[in-house]
């Protein structure tokens, strides 16, 4: 492989279903300049008897890889918002180290979501100093689980991000220093952040229905009483594969995230597969 170009695998992990991508990347004078090559969606279905939640998409990912994938593909694994658990970790002057950070984290998991927070893989994302910073936690085992698969595919796993970091690094831009929402929409699931100045206060992931849209506004009425927030924040920015009818005469402001154009995939027709190849 040339040191100008390399295979790339992008791989959306969720509950029901893969999303798989695999993209030839080409280094230019603006960085490496992607090119889709293959897609496809795998259904995944979760059987009585899986010990995890994930097994099903995992055992699909292990079968779907020999074909799909090349050696030595660098690869990305998108977690659905399913198999993710976040809190945000409130700022403490008293804490002077990383060490002391994340044992602080880890004791508001444990007070949040109880003893099986001991069995997850934490990590912190940093914020500015005096500002809570948001966690993320996923099960260790599903963790080990793609490292080991990763390693007999040979692929080289570049990094495993939660969804919702993967939305709002592909919403900085817009968001930049703005008071605003970001909804992500899975099937059967939101995941609802907070920001002022660009900068996220309150974050939360809850189930919904096929008719999510509609009840978006009520919501946003619900988590901006719990979040206390402001009600002058009314700017909603929606990541969604699909672009639902969306209530008007509400106070709300709502924005579709409108993902790059990439060769290899048309703007409309391939709009779900683009949404997860940034960022």
Excluded at 89 to 104: F, G, H, K, V
Excluded at 198 to 225: H, I, K, Y
Aim: net charge negative; with cysteine.
């Amino acid at each position: 492989m040339s040191l100008l170009s390399r295979d790339e695998l992008r791989v959306v992990f969720g509950p029901d279903q893969l999303i798989l991508l695999k993209a030839r990347a080409q280094r230019s004078l603006l960085g490496w300049q992607r090119e889709v090559v293959d897609k496809c969606i795998v259904p995944c279905a979760r059987q009585d008897d899986d010990a995890e939640p994930w097994g099903a998409t995992l055992a699909a990912l292990e079968q779907a890889l020999p074909t799909f994938a090349a050696a030595s593909a660098r690869t990305t694994v998108v977690l659905s918002n399913h198999f993710v658990r976040y809190a945000m970790i409130p700022w403490s002057d008293a804490l002077s180290d990383e060490q002391e950070e994340r044992a602080y984290a880890e004791h508001t998991f444990r007070e949040i979501y109880g003893d099986e927070a001991a069995d997850w893989e934490l990590r912190i994302s940093p914020n500015r100093a005096g500002k809570p910073q948001m966690a993320s936690a996923v099960d260790a085992q599903l963790l080990r689980a793609l490292r080991e698969l990763g390693t007999r595919h040979q692929l080289v796993l570049d990094s495993v991000q939660p969804l919702l970091m993967l939305a709002y690094n592909q919403s900085q831009a817009a968001l930049h220093d703005k008071d605003a929402w970001l909804v992500i929409v899975e099937q059967n699931y939101l995941c609802v952040m907070l920001l002022r100045s660009g900068q996220w206060v309150w974050v939360r992931t809850l189930r919904s229905s096929d008719a999510w849209a509609q009840e978006l506004p009520a919501l946003l009425e619900r988590e901006a009483f719990l979040a206390d927030a402001d009600v002058q924040t009314q700017d909603v920015f929606i990541s969604s594969p699909q672009r639902a009818v969306l209530p008007e005469g509400t106070r709300w402001h709502f924005h579709y995230f409108q993902p790059a154009g990439v060769p290899g995939l048309e703007p409309e027709r391939d709009r779900h597969f683009a949404l997860y190849l940034h960022g």
